[in-house]
C-alpha cells in the first residue's frame, strides 16, 4: 500500500511539473529553425530561464509582452549567457543584447517592442542575424495576459 501511495505521489508531482512547462513552438529565422518556449504570464517572464544550466542550441525563450514599450531584461539568477533579440509587432528584430550571467545590467529594446527572444549567447551573431531581420512564426503566438 506504501509503495502505490509513494508511485502515486510521484506521478502527481511529475503531471504537475509538465503542466507548468511553458507551451513550446517552432519559429524562423531565414532557414534557422527555432524551438521556443512561449512566455506569455507574468509569473512565466519572471521566471524565465533562471536558474537553468544549458540550453540546446536550437532552443530559445520567446516572452510575449502585453503592450508595445520598451520593455528591459537582466540576467539575475540566469546561469548561462543569453542574446536577446526585440523584435516588433511585425516580427522586425529591433535590436540584439548580449546578456552576461547573473549580472542585474539592463539590456532593453531600442524602440517599442512586442516580443523578446532570448537565445544562448551568440546565436544571433553566428547565423548573420542583425537589425531589421524578421522573426517569422510569431502570427501564431499565443496571447500575452
Same mark, same amino acid.
Given at each position: ?6 508511485? @502515486?505521489?510521484?506521478? +502527481?508531482?511529475? =503531471?504537475?511539473?509538465?503542466? !507548468?512547462? #511553458? ?7 531565414? =532557414? ?14 519572471? !521566471? ?9 542550441? !536550437?532552443?530559445?525563450? &520567446? ?15 540566469? $546561469?548561462?549567457? &543569453?542574446? +536577446?533579440?526585440?523584435? /516588433?509587432?511585425?516580427?522586425?528584430? $529591433? ?5 552576461? #550571467? ?14 523578446? &527572444? ?5 546565436? =544571433?551573431?553566428?547565423?548573420? $542575424?542583425?537589425?531589421? /531581420?524578421?522573426? @517569422?512564426? &510569431? ?7
Amino acid at each position: 500500500m506504501k509503495r502505490i501511495f509513494c508511485a @502515486g505521489l510521484m506521478l +502527481v508531482a511529475s =503531471f504537475s511539473a509538465i503542466a !507548468q512547462s #511553458p507551451p513550446m513552438m517552432e519559429l524562423h529565422a531565414g =532557414f534557422h529553425r527555432i524551438e521556443a518556449e512561449v512566455v506569455n504570464t507574468p509569473q512565466s517572464r519572471a !521566471q524565465g530561464l533562471m536558474h537553468r544550466r544549458e540550453m540546446a542550441p !536550437q532552443h530559445g525563450m &520567446l516572452f510575449v509582452f502585453t503592450e508595445n514599450n520598451q520593455h528591459c531584461m537582466w540576467m539575475k539568477n540566469t $546561469l548561462i549567457p &543569453l542574446a +536577446v533579440a526585440f523584435i /516588433d509587432e511585425a516580427g522586425h528584430i $529591433l535590436n540584439i543584447e548580449e546578456m552576461k #550571467p547573473q549580472s542585474e545590467a539592463n539590456h532593453c529594446a531600442a524602440r517599442p517592442a512586442r516580443y523578446a &527572444l532570448e537565445m544562448n549567447a551568440g546565436w =544571433f551573431s553566428q547565423r548573420g $542575424l542583425k537589425r531589421g /531581420d524578421v522573426i @517569422g512564426g &510569431l502570427e501564431r503566438v499565443p496571447k500575452s495576459h
